[in-house]
């Protein structure tokens, strides 16, 4: 079973029983609140048309050392994605806030990590909101949705 | 072809000192060499390193150096990244020739 | 100087607190040693051959007097009483243990300064001209540019998890001290044909395996879209850099692999893109950033305590004619302090030694000190008429040595002596050459001579950049030294051309003899540098003294 990891801590997934699909198949269907799963090497610019039926968007980190997801997330987000962002596979606690900073709303993980690292390791003294160098510096910045 | 078996020692950095130790016949950790378990047959080797590699708590990882037996019949490093690991830099006397000066 | 805001005070307080919090949970067992270790790099903390080894970030190569002894006083506390200065403006200490290390980060953020992205697969601590605000040739200072990236690009959410390490260096001036060709970014301050700051900006540079001097991806690029262009550069780097092999991560092999034509291309969609919703940098923010490095008052009386000086002390006019550099105020000079005492350990400084030196800038220097990637400490605004007096401080400390850009002011990396990744040592060799050549006494006679040694491919010594360059190797068992001739680490930057099969220990230093007289028997005139007669002669004539077996080139 996953764990979501989100703000407000541990939760289930509350997509069950929808899954996620590779983007072929999103192209062919018919849905209009897609959930897609992304590769963190996607083609970005090819979901472009794609982008208005999507609801939700998984993206993959094969391992926590791998950070190709967090530049993934924030060029959907400049592409004006505002639907929901999971970062999912091996991601640990200590990345949650930069996950959440590049645009991520929350993160699966199983449940081997779930109970090396619990709820209070993702939450506890990672205020992400609480300002970044980059909020500082680009303050006068057109916001892309969050 | 088979290679011959080089006689190894397990050796690791402690978690919290950072210093290098040597696995003994008795299973704990020494800072010196010489106090080391030679291994001489693969086998226990790989035995005694995959059961060392399950203290994750102790130290950072450990693996093989290859070593001999010295004249008074003690485990000695075979490759000068081992003598210089097991004594300490070259340009002070720090690191664990100092400490055994002090003893 | 820049002094921190409330916002840097809380950040690495804050940043301090994880790491405490990061080391309670390697020891629980909540964090495996594979998910620490990069948590540990980014805080500055190695483990080595013998220890843990600190890196402290000296931003830009700049601090003062408080700073200064507070990093005394940390080697006093939790070292060996001393701490390496390292090629990148960092300091190290070698020997701190885990569990005080959160204690010193404490003892740093006390006095403003951090270890932060000191090491990691991260944008590194940037680096700049270690004469900056200074130097009598400068254009602009590159050290507002090098703060601004310095907050830009520390814990940035999106580059913490980069392919490898990433290297930025900013120079302000028409003559490079910043190695800015051997950067992932080099960044030159220049205007364009109106008269508008910017830069000019180089990508692809470093040394390593596959050594490569950095292309210049775009000529002009207005000082305001700085930050938009190089998150650019990176995200394309972060997307599409090889995350396959280690020693093809860097940037510059996607630079090779790709072609700079089409990168930069790549790279100039991205920014097109980013630049629809970037805003700039708040205007305020860069003045203030501007004002916080503006020059200090000067004192430009002179009362000819120098020239007195000069003309009564031969090793004070030795020291004056080698250590020090033309400041732009003429009652003033950029002095450098050696950290390369003959046979001493190239970049080390003992607390007291860093007492010392806190004690000049303070009293005689306007506050200013500097670490060099040469390994010295600069003292970039000395009154001409007060280096008598800063000079006799130097003496009291074993500092004076009179050397800089001489045969014995030698590059060196820690080498197998400390560092985990090493093939060979590289301190004893330097120690070795510099009495060789001292006690020769033809150090003057020879001249600028830069020799660079790394104990491994990595190149943190930057051999490959180096008049003479030394590398160390294993070799069936044993260490192996291979030469490189006719690297350049400035404007003119090159990388060395291997010279042929490499030396044992022992045959090295004879070898370099040779090497040396036959540069002082084949230079036109005594004004003729090594570097300038190598590139006359060409490696042949330099070959042979190192090969005289073979009489030419051995492949
Ligand atoms: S060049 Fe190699 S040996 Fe020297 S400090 Fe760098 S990694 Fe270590």
């Known amino acids: 079973m996953a764990v979501i990891v989100r703000d407000q801590g541990f939760s289930k997934d509350d997509l069950d029983g929808r899954s996620f699909i590779g983007m072929e198949d999103a192209e062919i269907s018919e849905d209009l609140s897609l959930a897609i799963e992304l590769p963190n090497h996607a083609d970005l610019p090819a979901l472009k048309t794609l982008l208005p039926k999507i609801g939700a968007i998984r993206i993959n980190f094969p391992n926590f050392g791998d950070g190709r997801g967090f530049s993934i997330a924030t060029k959907l987000r400049h592409m004006g994605y505002a639907g929901r962002l999971r970062a999912s596979g091996h991601v640990i606690a200590d990345q949650y806030a930069l996950a959440r900073r590049s645009g991520f709303d929350e993160i699966e993980i199983d449940d081997e990590l779930a109970a090396r690292q619990p709820e209070n390791q993702w939450i506890s003294g990672k205020d992400w909101k609480s300002g970044s160098y980059q909020d500082r510096l680009l303050k006068t910045e057109l916001a892309p949705t969050r | 072809m088979v290679k011959k078996f080089t006689a190894k020692v397990i050796t690791t950095n402690r978690l919290l000192e950072g210093d290098a130790v040597y696995l003994t016949r008795d299973g704990i950790w020494s800072p010196e060499f010489g106090d080391a378990e030679l291994f001489t047959d693969p086998a226990g080797a790989s035995l005694a390193l995959e059961t060392a590699n399950r203290q994750t708590l102790l130290h950072v990882g450990a693996y093989f150096a290859d070593a001999e037996t010295d004249p008074s019949g003690r485990p000695s490093p075979t490759h000068y990244r081992e003598r210089l690991r097991s004594m300490g830099p070259s340009n002070y006397c720090h690191g664990k020739q100092a400490e055994r000066a002090n003893v | ?555």
């Not at chain 3, 790099?41 to 507070?70: C, E, W």
């Not at chain 3, 907050?151 to 001036?173: C, M, N």
């Not at chain 3, 950067?183 to 030159?188: A, K, Q, V």
């Not at chain 3, 605004?381 to 130097?394: F, G, W």
């Open chain 3, 1 to 555: 100087m820049y002094k921190y805001s409330e916002f840097d005070e809380f950040f690495v307080r804050r940043r301090v607190e994880e790491f405490r919090d990061q080391v309670r949970r390697r020891l629980d067992g909540s964090l495996t040693e594979d998910e620490f270790k990069p948590l540990r790099l980014k805080n500055g903390l190695y483990l080595q051959l013998h220890a843990y080894m600190l890196r402290v970030a000296i931003p830009y190569g700049t601090f003062d007097s408080r700073q200064m002894r507070q990093l005394a006083d940390i080697a006093d506390k939790w070292d060996k009483g001393y701490g390496h200065f390292t090629t990148r403006q960092n300091i190290q200490f070698n020997w701190p243990k885990l569990a005080d290390v959160p204690a010193i980060l404490d003892a740093l953020a006390d006095v403003d300064m951090h270890a932060i992205q000191t090491s990691g697969n991260c944008i590194r601590n940037v680096t700049a001209d270690h004469f900056a605000g200074a130097a009598a040739d400068e254009i602009a200072d590159p050290r507002p540019t090098a703060e601004l990236l310095r907050q830009w690009s520390t814990d940035h959410p999106e580059f913490q998890y980069l392919p490898r390490k990433f290297k930025i260096a900013v120079s302000g001036s028409s003559r490079d001290r910043a190695v800015t060709k051997a950067h992932d970014i080099g960044l030159r301050s220049i205007r364009d044909a109106g008269g508008s700051p910017g830069y000019e900006v180089l990508i692809g540079g470093g040394l390593g395996r596959t050594p490569m001097i950095g292309a210049v991806v775009r000529e002009f690029l207005p000082e305001s879209e700085l930050l938009a262009y190089v998150e650019s550069i990176l995200r394309v780097y972060n997307l599409h850099g090889r995350r396959d092999n280690k020693y093809k991560a860097r940037l510059k092999i996607l630079v090779h692999e790709t072609g700079i034509e089409k990168l930069s291309r790549e790279i100039e969609a991205e920014f097109a893109e980013r630049k629809k919703w970037f805003a700039g940098v708040d205007p305020e923010l860069i003045e203030a950033l501007k004002s916080a490095f503006k020059p200090p008052e000067f004192n430009l009386s002179r009362t000819g305590a120098f020239e007195r000086r000069l003309e009564k002390d031969s090793g004070f006019r030795a020291w004056a004619d080698t250590n020090l550099f033309e400041h732009r105020c003429s009652a003033y000079s950029i002095a450098t302090v050696s950290l390369k005492p003959i046979g001493g350990t190239p970049g080390d400084a003992s607390a007291n030694q860093m007492r010392a030196l806190a004690d000049i800038a303070e009293r005689l220097g306007h506050d200013e000190i500097r670490a060099s990637h040469e390994q010295n400490i600069i003292l970039p605004h000395i009154r001409k008429d007060d280096l008598p007096e800063a000079y006799d401080v130097l003496a009291a400390s074993g500092l004076q040595t009179a050397n800089f850009g001489l045969v014995s002011d030698i590059i060196a990396c820690p080498g197998m002596d400390y560092c985990a990744l090493a093939t060979a040592r590289s301190i004893p060799i330097a120690q070795e050459i510099s009495r060789r050549f001292a006690a020769l006494g033809i150090e003057r006679e020879i001249g600028s001579m830069k020799i660079k040694i790394s104990g491994c491919i990595n190149a943190c010594g930057h051999h490959h950049v180096g008049h003479i360059g030394i590398l160390g190797l294993e070799r069936a068992g044993v260490e192996n030294y291979q030469i490189t001739l006719g690297g350049d680490a400035t404007e003119t930057a090159a990388l060395g051309d291997r010279a042929g099969r490499g030396f044992s220990a022992d045959e090295l230093i004879p070898a370099l003899e040779r090497l040396v007289e036959a540069y002082l028997r084949l230079r036109d005139s005594c004004r003729e540098t090594f570097l300038e007669a190598y590139r006359r002669l060409g490696p042949e004539p330099f070959r042979a003294a190192l090969y005289p077996e073979t009489g030419k080139l051995a492949a």
